[in-house]
């Protein structure tokens, strides 16, 4: 059995514009840092795939890449990277002008090129992305000997017209690969074309509200004929968007709606239902100890006196004023009924969403 280790899209020195600058500079730390889990994990595997977008842009600290050169100086492992979109092959590339040691292996060509591992019986393929936007790579592929296990890892995308390497499924399953280690899409999933089974692990940590939830790499274990993937969640920030509902209290609303621990955490929250107006600059201050980092969106509808357009010479108030004469001559219960069959349809005049 070969075990092996695929991430991707990493996305190193990332310009984190949507934060403060010094918040920026800790969170291009912490990728740094991320590396150190990716050491550990790394640390039982036989091969490393990356599968592109390692770094964010041609402009990378010399922290990041010592960093990561220290990262795969530790590893025994065999370590295969393919450029992306964002960290393409081209001239003054750290892929070409940096030392990686004797284990990394980096493809650098768009022709799909094979390195054979004989003591695992296993052969490697991949190619480069060598320009921001690339044609399809793939083509008509075929494994060269079925009998090993054959890995190949690509950045690339299963939609049909992307312009970042096209990937058709059926292409993929006449490949003869077994396992597709790809990069590109940046939350993880795995399919499975023919005897292929390929693989997104995802982006190495959320960077905004558009890549929420957990990351992290997956730990696959090969076997001809078996591959089998585990999700290995990194211990990083993460990027969450929550709905609220404030009722009376929007303080004790927002803290009840989140985990118990959300410091370190970025969060949206979008409050809803009907409110007096919020002062959103209070109540992020009310809470900044409890987020990382917090935007309060206010989604809410203005409170109104349920029975106040009951005056109005209107279909409104003419409605209004029917229900109002029933509710004071009616029991609690039926006031109760009353008072909710007033609210559902003056929402609906004020064309609002209901939840019934
Ligand atoms: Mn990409």
Not at 105 to 112: K, L, N, Y
Not at 125 to 140: H, N, R, V, W
Not at 158 to 187: E, F, V
Request: proline letters at 5%; aromatic letters at 8%; hydrophobic letters at 40%.
């Amino acid at each position: 059995m070969i075990k092996l280790l695929h991430g991707a899209d990493f996305h190193l020195d990332s310009a984190f514009s949507a934060l403060l600058p010094e918040q920026a500079a800790q969170r291009r730390q912490e990728q740094r840092r991320a590396l150190e889990q990716l050491e550990q994990i790394g640390r039982s595997c036989d091969i490393i795939l990356l599968s592109g977008d390692l770094f964010d842009s041609a402009r990378i600290y010399r922290d990041t890449l010592e960093a990561l050169k220290q990262c795969f100086r530790s590893l025994s492992a065999h370590v295969f990277i393919s450029p992306g979109n964002h960290d393409y092959i081209a001239p003054g590339s750290p892929y070409l002008t940096e030392d990686w040691g004797e284990n990394v292996h980096i493809f650098t060509s768009p022709e799909i090129r094979r390195i054979r591992l004989p003591e695992l019986n296993c052969h490697v393929y991949g190619a480069a992305f060598t320009a921001a936007e690339m044609p399809e790579l793939l083509g008509d592929f075929r494994v060269e000997d079925p009998d090993v296990m054959n890995l190949m890892v690509l950045h690339g995308d299963l939609q049909p017209h992307s312009p970042y390497n096209p990937l058709s499924p059926a292409k993929i399953a006449a490949s003869g690969l077994d396992y597709l280690a790809l990069g590109h899409i940046h939350s993880p999933g795995t399919q499975q074309f023919g005897s292929t089974l390929c693989a997104y692990p995802g982006c190495l940590m959320g960077r905004g509200f558009d890549e929420c939830g957990q990351k992290g790499v997956y730990a696959v274990a090969l076997e001809k004929g078996s591959c089998r993937t585990r999700f290995i969640p990194l211990d990083v920030r993460r990027y969450e968007i929550r709905t609220v509902e404030v009722g009376e209290d929007p303080i004790a609303a927002i803290r009840a709606a989140l985990p118990e621990d959300a410091s370190r955490d970025c969060y949206r929250i979008l409050l809803t239902g009907e409110s007096e107006p919020l002062e959103l600059r209070d109540l992020e201050a009310q809470l900044r100890d409890d987020f990382y980092s917090l935007s309060l969106l206010d989604r809410t509808m203005p409170k109104k006196e349920l029975w106040a357009a009951a005056a109005e010479d209107t279909l409104r108030g003419h409605f209004l004023r029917r229900l109002k004469a029933e509710y004071d001559r009616s029991d609690a219960e039926q006031q109760d009924k009353l008072v909710r069959a007033a609210k559902l349809v003056t929402a609906l005049m004020d064309g609002r969403e209901v939840a019934l």
